[in-house]
């Protein structure tokens, strides 16, 4: 037997399912939990409305009681409640998840009391199909809705023995307990296909932001990183396009563009194939040299472009850009049997306001600099807000300062 298929590692993978969903996925949880909590106030008080007086034609004898009449506004109220009080909990998902339970707990208490002091001495018939309904309504980390219609469950054991005769209680335990196990099967089912709802909503994404042949990011999805580390949501990824998002206080970035030296030569003298397989190489070499935090992106043909947040110290950037040029010209010279090299551009903004139209620009220049003089090698840059009094260019083997 595989390790992956021992119990313990389904039940570890099944955890790390679940933490990703919850992680990943909060605000859809959140909303959706509202949203069905709303439904469930909403549901329980024209179930109220309409049953009561359908209840008194099918047994006359039967008399709502005060507690009975008083569901319906009480259900109304928490729907009213989680209204005003959804736009505040939406971005807060664990006050929000909390605010649910706190909701699902006074339904509850209100069906458990009907159930019981309230029954006459009947077998109640509301908690089971209420609690089961709640429990799929709601989900949360640790099956928290569970424990509490856990609890809900208990205590109408405890008030139908207090309130009825014992073979009505007796079976009142057993329904009760018959739909709680109920409720845990409905429950895993429900967030079973949440999570293959989730995973699929994440397949299709990973499809959406990345390149097919490298699995590096695509340009679609650099927009996405720039517009949330750029303050303002201006920034764009596309040259030439204007920005007015200015880069967060107090956080430097480094961004860099990398090219393929006689990329075509590649493609002429070796075949596509070859290519393709230089070009997945160049991704690999670019995955591992950088942060999982960094935005690493095919920006187009022969064309790389890495997005670095906090990486402003020179001799870090250049021993990273450094690495990639001495991989890239000795595993890919392996690969196609011929010489291969590439060229970088590498500017950092280390303080102050910087767009990430301006800063793609002077990555860009400082690539096609090496490019026009001398390939395989690569320009730093520091970014000022006025025209740089001096700039440093440096190759794999050294630079220079340039007045």
Request: glycine fraction near 8%; proline fraction near 4%; charged fraction near 20%.
């Amino acid at each position: 037997m595989r390790s992956t298929d021992t119990p313990r590692a389904r039940l570890a993978a099944l955890a790390a399912r679940r933490r990703a969903f919850y992680t990943a996925d909060w605000e859809r949880v959140t909303e959706r939990n509202l949203r069905n909590v709303k439904a469930a106030c909403v549901i329980a008080a024209m179930i109220s409305l309409w049953f009561t007086p359908i209840a008194r034609l099918v047994a006359p004898s039967w008399q709502p009681t005060v507690a009975h009449m008083a569901l319906a506004p009480v259900a109304l109220v928490l729907a009213l409640c989680v209204v005003f009080a959804g736009k505040q909990l939406a971005s807060r998902p664990r006050a929000a998840a909390a605010f649910c339970l706190a909701v699902e707990a006074v339904l509850l208490a209100c069906v458990v009391l009907l159930d019981t002091v309230f029954s006459g001495g009947r077998p109640g018939i509301l908690t089971q199909p209420v609690g089961i309904g709640l429990g799929v309504l709601i989900v949360t980390p640790w099956g928290l809705p569970l424990w509490v219609l856990g609890a809900a469950d208990a205590a109408f054991i405890a008030l139908s023995v207090t309130a009825k005769v014992p073979d009505i209680a007796a079976a009142d335990a057993f329904s009760v307990c018959v739909g709680y196990v109920v409720a845990i099967a409905v429950a895993e089912l429900a967030l079973a296909l949440r999570l293959q709802d989730f995973e699929a909503r994440e397949r299709y994404r990973e499809l959406s932001e990345r390149d097919a042949l490298t699995g590096l990011l695509n340009r679609g999805a650099l927009a996405t990183f720039t517009s949330r580390l750029f303050a303002g949501a201006g920034g764009s990824a596309a040259r030439g396009a204007g920005s007015s998002a200015t880069l967060a206080p107090a956080q430097g970035v480094c961004v860099m563009m990398l090219d393929l030296d006689d990329f075509k030569q590649v493609n002429d003298q070796r075949g596509h194939d070859a290519g393709d397989d230089l070009l997945r190489l160049m991704g690999d070499i670019l995955r591992t040299s950088f942060r999982t935090s960094d935005a690493v992106v095919r920006y187009g043909g022969d064309e790389f472009m890495v997005v670095a947040p906090g990486l402003t110290d020179e001799h870090v950037a250049s021993a990273k850009v450094e690495h990639v040029c001495a991989e890239l010209r000795e595993r890919g010279s392996r690969l196609v049997d011929m010489r291969v090299s590439c060229s970088a551009g590498v500017v950092v903004a280390p303080q102050g306001a910087a767009s990430f139209e301006e800063l793609l620009r002077e990555a860009d220049q400082a690539l096609y600099e090496v490019k026009g003089s001398s390939k395989g090698g690569y320009a730093y840059r520091v970014h000022a807000p006025h025209p740089p009094q001096a700039e440093r260019r440096g190759n794999h083997g050294g630079g220079e300062r340039i007045a």
